[in-house]
Structures are given as C-alpha cells and as structure tokens.
C-alpha cells in the first residue's frame, strides 16, 4: 500500500503560480510512477501530468504543455507539481496518483492508488 498527501493548494490570480507537493509513505521501496490529475465542479477527472519512477520520461495533458512541470524527489518519495501562469480554467481539485508500475501512464484507471486532492483556485 502507498498512502498520498497532497499538499500546496490555494488562491492565486491569474497569471500567477503554485506548486503542489505529493507526500508518499508505505511500500515506497517499491517502483512507482506518479500522475496528477484534476477534476472541476460537473466534470470528469482529468489527466494532468505523469513521470516515470526514476523521473526520466514525462508527459503533459496539451491544455498545460509548456505551463506545468511535473518532478518528484525519490529520496524525499515526495513528487511535485509546479504551475506556471494559471488560468481561471485551471481551477480545480488536484490529485495526486500512483501506480505499481516503474512506467508512466496518462489513463486514471491505471493508477492504484489516490490522494484527497488540493484546492487549486485561480481567480481573473
């Protein structure tokens, strides 16, 4: 088992800039890639960002290419979320996810384990 805490929410303006930590405890010695994912009011949970166990290979969801930027300290088994120039439609609840797996993946239902999310609100 791998238990998340999502950390870093809050308010920002527009323009402005976050970042969300993910704490990891439990079975981390074992490989696991990490993803972040949001889910706004009515929608459903969406794909943000996904790195890989050793933090190589990552991807973006095309709405926060260029913008966001995933990475993850193993020693600290703590991955990161920063959030440049945010907009008011990156408002949302933030998860974070792992999987027992070394390999990324952008599908939530590949993801075995949650956090409770972070409020991220962005006001214009």
């Known amino acids: 088992q791998v238990q998340l805490v999502e950390s870093g929410g809050g308010l920002v303006q527009a323009g402005g800039s976050l970042r969300l930590s993910c704490a990891a405890s439990?079975?981390?010695?074992?490989?696991?890639?990490m993803g972040w994912f949001r889910q706004a009011p009515g929608k459903e949970r969406e794909f943000v960002a996904t790195?890989?166990?050793?933090?190589?290979?990552?991807a973006y969801a095309d709405s926060v290419k260029g913008r966001f930027t995933i990475s993850r300290d193993n020693a600290k088994n703590t991955g990161y979320l920063q959030m440049n120039s945010l907009k008011p439609e990156d408002t949302a609840v933030y998860y974070c996810?792992?999987?027992?797996?070394?390999?990324?993946?952008?599908?939530?239902?590949?993801?075995?384990?949650w956090g409770q999310g972070t409020q991220v609100t962005v006001s214009s």
């Open positions: 439990g079975r981390t010695f074992s490989p696991y890639a």
């Open positions: 996810a792992a999987r027992s797996s070394q390999f990324y993946a952008s599908n939530r239902y590949d993801y075995n384990y």
């Open positions: 790195i890989s166990w050793r933090g190589s290979s990552t």
